[in-house]
């Protein structure tokens, strides 16, 4: 199966090393420092690429926190992929639909 994502859009998220690194989800502080700016902002400033943020980030924003990028804090999002994606590896496993969504799922049942 082939993918959208480059090597190079994979590469891109290694800017949010630091974001994981600093974020303490136990920590007030850490909440207070990270709830004053979008999830959008916060990976588009640490040098996500668009193609990495429309094909994955966005669509687990939309899942996980339940929200739009623009709409939930950055807060919510690092602690939403720790505890889904980090602590859960096994429980939470991408998979990305060969062809259109229609047409594969809701075409068959019609």
């Known amino acids: 199966p082939t993918s959208p994502l480059t090597l190079a859009d994979r590469a891109s998220a290694i800017g949010l090393l630091?974001?994981?690194?600093?974020?303490?989800?136990?920590e007030r502080a850490s909440w207070e420092r990270y709830d004053r700016i979008t999830a959008e902002n916060l990976f588009k400033r640490y040098g996500v690429s668009d193609t990495l943020y429309n094909e994955l980030v966005e669509p687990l924003l939309h899942v996980l926190p339940m929200a739009p990028g623009y709409d939930v804090s950055a807060a919510a999002a690092l602690s939403c992929f720790h505890v889904f994606a980090l602590q859960s590896r096994g429980a939470?496993?991408?998979?990305?639909?060969?062809?259109?969504?229609?047409?594969?799922?809701?075409?068959?049942?019609?």
Do not use: K, L
Request: aromatic share 22%.
């Open 18 to 26: 630091a974001c994981w690194a600093d974020f303490r989800q136990e």
């Open 92 to 110: 939470f496993d991408v998979r990305w639909c060969r062809g259109g969504i229609s047409e594969r799922i809701f075409s068959p049942w019609q």
